[in-house]
């Protein structure tokens, strides 16, 4: 019925909100290890430069 069909549609919708905060966080973390990883290569880069 309507009902059923209105209920099952309200909690499809909740799944996906909660799916796709977790694909926000989850992209979130990796584009932080990224920044880290560039930062890392660029400190590393710099520091041979830096002690000649």
């Given at each position: 019925?309507?009902?059923?069909?209105?209920?099952?549609?309200?909690?499809?919708?909740?799944?996906?909100?909660?799916?796709?905060?977790?694909?926000?966080?989850?992209?979130?973390?990796?584009a932080?290890?990224?920044?880290?990883?560039?930062?890392?290569?660029?400190?590393?880069?710099?520091?041979?430069?830096?002690?000649?």
């Open positions: 019925d309507a009902k059923a069909e209105a209920k099952a549609d309200v909690k499809e919708a909740k799944v996906a909100t909660k799916h796709a905060k977790a694909r926000t966080k989850h992209a979130a973390k990796h932080a290890a990224k920044t880290e990883a560039a930062k890392d290569a660029t400190v590393a880069a710099a520091a041979p430069a830096s002690t000649k």
